[in-house]
């Protein structure tokens, strides 16, 4: 780990116990004791966002589609390393396209799907963030910090998607390729690097189509997220309507992303939970307990995953004897 994702990670952690300190853990647990045996009813809203995910990761393939049954697991166990290593959520994707290999997928058509998907996804989660923000506007006015904030995060995002879709469309690999080898970093991946590029290129310049059914199906995905938050709050026993539930989910995925330098956004999805909580008429309280019920699904959807690339690796030490 870099010093500044272990930087970045302590300050998590101390932001994370400063806010267990001021909610008091006895209250926390009092708010957390109305889940009672309801709990595992919160793994089905994400159930639905990884369905519809794998769908806009499907639809990212230049050429044949993959199978579904394929892609699901091959999703949840590079999910899971995502979620558990400080790679700013991107050390799964190499996962995904080794993994896919097996299907007989190649490793170059492999990494620019997953290149791609990265790509749709986080141009879909800028539509969602731009839905939450209208609503917003109407539950809390123009006026709000926490909505002026969130414009900000808003343009800043979109400058990025549209800096990386330009830079994809002109050998955003090749070109960093070449700077790696002149710096003597590596040698002999060149080719590699420009069949990457190629198949990007390819797919943005001839499957249009492919492209916005990525970015419909990831958008749903988004959408289907706030199911977790209206159920999670429900369960709480602070429920609110539809519209408020895609607001809360929309700003708390987008200060979850600006986190992506701390490991696992420690500190930085709490906070920023229990401030639109606050900003929403809730308490902090609500606001915690809320991020400690999506951090046991997390953990819950990881261990899945690891248990999809352990049974995996037994099968081909198998095959291998």
């Not at 400058?159 to 070449?178: H, I, M, N, P, T």
């Not at 990881?302 to 999809?308: I, K, N, P, T």
């Amino acid at each position: 780990m870099s010093r500044v994702r272990l930087t970045g990670a302590l300050l998590g952690a101390a932001l994370l116990a400063y806010l267990v300190h001021r909610v008091g853990v006895e209250p926390l647990l009092a708010q957390l004791s109305a889940l009672s045996w309801y709990s595992p009813l919160l793994l089905i809203p994400y159930g639905l966002v990884a369905v519809l995910d794998t769908l806009g990761w499907r639809y990212t393939f230049g050429r044949r589609l993959p199978a579904f049954a394929t892609l699901f697991p091959v999703r949840m166990a590079g999910e899971a390393v995502n979620l558990t290593t400080p790679t700013a959520s991107l050390g799964g994707e190499p996962v995904k396209a080794y993994l896919l290999t097996r299907a007989r997928v190649s490793l170059e058509e492999g990494l620019a799907s997953v290149v791609i998907a990265k790509t749709t996804l986080v141009l879909a989660q800028g539509l969602f963030l731009f839905l939450g923000l209208g609503l917003a506007l109407g539950l809390l006015g123009a006026t709000s910090p926490l909505l002026r904030a969130m414009g900000v995060l808003f343009v800043l995002g979109g400058l990025g998607v549209g800096g990386l879709l330009f830079a994809q469309q002109r050998g955003f690999f090749g070109g960093g390729g070449r700077l790696l080898r002149w710096v003597g970093l590596i040698r002999g991946v060149q080719g590699r690097l420009h069949r990457l590029d190629s198949e990007i290129a390819a797919f943005y310049k001839s499957r249009r189509g492919r492209f916005g059914l990525s970015v419909l199906f990831h958008l749903l995905g988004w959408l289907a997220g706030s199911l977790e938050v209206y159920l999670a709050l429900w369960l709480l026993g602070v429920p609110v309507d539809l519209a408020t539930a895609v607001a809360i989910e929309a700003f708390a995925s987008a200060i979850r992303a600006a986190g992506f330098l701390i490991p696992g956004a420690l500190g930085v999805q709490e906070g920023g939970n229990v401030a639109i909580c606050l900003a929403f008429g809730l308490t902090a309280g609500v606001g915690l307990a809320f991020s400690v019920v999506r951090r046991l699904r997390e953990l819950a959807w990881a261990a899945a995953g690891f248990g999809v690339l352990v049974s995996w690796g037994a099968l081909r030490r198998s095959r291998s004897k």
